[in-house]
């Protein structure tokens, strides 16, 4: 009997505790919290949880997770900015710049950015909360966000979701949801993404201006990835990386003593012009430029580089990157240097090769990242499910046909006088480097009438240079003053003829 008991009792338990491993499609989570920011303190509250994706017929096909911080007290939330933030990937959760950023909290780093045992966040006292509420959007298969099955148990077709165009399509229509419900029409709105988001954001700008009739204030592009650049080809893509070997060559002080004796920003420009002027005509020659300018260049690519000007030359001008971080400490110290972080060092089974074993710098995030994030969303937001937060999600293939986003955004500029961009790269990012995005910044708008719209900002870390003490503040402080001149002031959306 008292074994039949025990049975009983265990099935009970298993039918009271056991759930389905299903995300919720519309819920939240709301707690209050205080930190102190620039000095001072700050009484916000987090809301998180998800929110629907319909389709046509308002079927929830997704459920999209998402964070939102919103300051109290606020006496005026119409003059209040709404940041809204991305990652990119893509395939990538919105939890790089959530707890590394913009965020009110940030992972437990060293001065340099690298992660300290044990993992997990502490106040960020340079978060941007003080002047602008934020809401970071997890994509589909990203952080908990998940595809919703229909009645008979079927998903919805991935093309939906997983696209330059089907992504911007989406996204844009669960902004507007987003924005209605939280009462947020009236604000000055911002739009942040890092990497793939940069592509992510500059379509968003025309598509929620000319589909959702919702108008920017700003754009802010961390570390851009603009596919358009990558899917050109050479010369120019190549072209563009030698100021990034000459940052990281410099970092490593693996520079001629003429050029390492100089601040980087001393030298950057130098190499900036070489590269726009002389390299990359000289690769768009081929197999036809003449031997003798074919060594000079090498000579100086070499020089700007710390590679030997034979490897610039059984390269044909055009180093790979990865060769890059393969070979540029072989003869030195024998490691590698990191993808998206040069100033990481990795350790390859062999120092011959072509190209690293591992990066360096993800391994190092991602054993820091993860465990933050789950601990922070679980126990500081009371968010609490058994589903996988996916850091990298299942995105793949993507589809990247029809990529016009640089024009979308020239569009929506041009519409909107309002519109201003900014632009945020460390010098030592070799996977989206800060030279390619000054590149594309010249891209968008060819005829240069808006120019003056456009800001850069370069830091000393990589790609996500946040995560260096000096930088988080720099960097922040540097949205502040954005935010600030991107605001309208009262002035009315026209252009005149000054």
Sequence with gaps: MKQYLN????????????????????????????????????????????????????????????????????????????????????????????????????????DEGYPVQPYGVKDNPNSILDIADIVYVNPVNTGYSRMIADKEGKFPDRKVFFGINADIKYLAEWVNTFVTRKNRWESPKYLIGESYGGTRVMGLAKELQNSQWMYLNGVIMVSPADYKLYSTGQPIYSALNLPYFTATAWHHKVLPPELQQKDLLDILPEVENYSINTLMPAIAKGGFISETE??????????????????????????????????????????????????????????????????????????????????????????????????FGNVHPWNKENNNVREGLRQAMAQNPYLKVLIQSGYYDGATTYFAAKYTMGQIDPSGKMKDRFTFKGYRSGHMMYLRKDDLKTANDDIREFIKTASSNGKAAKYTKD
């Excluded at 990795?346 to 591992?358: A, C, N, R």
């Excluded at 993860?370 to 922070?376: R, S």
């Design 7 to 110: 049975i009983l009792f265990v099935l009970l338990s298993i039918s009271v505790f056991s759930q389905s491993r299903k995300i919720p499609i519309d819920t939240m989570v709301v707690t209050t919290h205080t930190s102190t920011i620039k000095g001072k303190s700050i009484s916000y509250t987090a809301t998180t949880g998800t929110q629907p994706v319909w389709d046509k017929n308002g079927n929830p096909i997704a459920s999209l997770y998402y964070t939102y911080y919103e300051r109290n007290n606020v006496k005026n939330s119409t003059n209040r900015p709404l940041l809204i933030s991305f990652n990119g990937g893509p395939g990538s959760a919105s939890v790089w710049m959530h707890i590394a950023y913009t965020g009110p909290k940030v992972l437990n780093l060293d």
């Design 294 to 391: 074919k060594k000079q260049v090498a000579d100086k690519v070499a020089y700007y580089s710390g590679l030997k000007t034979e490897e610039v030359l059984q390269s044909n001008l055009e180093v790979p990157n990865n060769y890059f971080w393969k070979s540029l400490l072989r003869d030195k110290t024998g490691q590698t240097v990191g993808r998206l972080d040069s100033r990481y060092l990795g350790i390859d089974k062999t120092e011959t090769g072509i190209s690293p074993d591992y990066n360096a710098e993800i391994s190092s995030w991602s054993h820091s990242f993860t465990p933050a994030i789950n601990y922070y969303l679980r126990e500081h937001l009371n968010f609490k499910t058994d589903i996988k937060y996916n850091m």
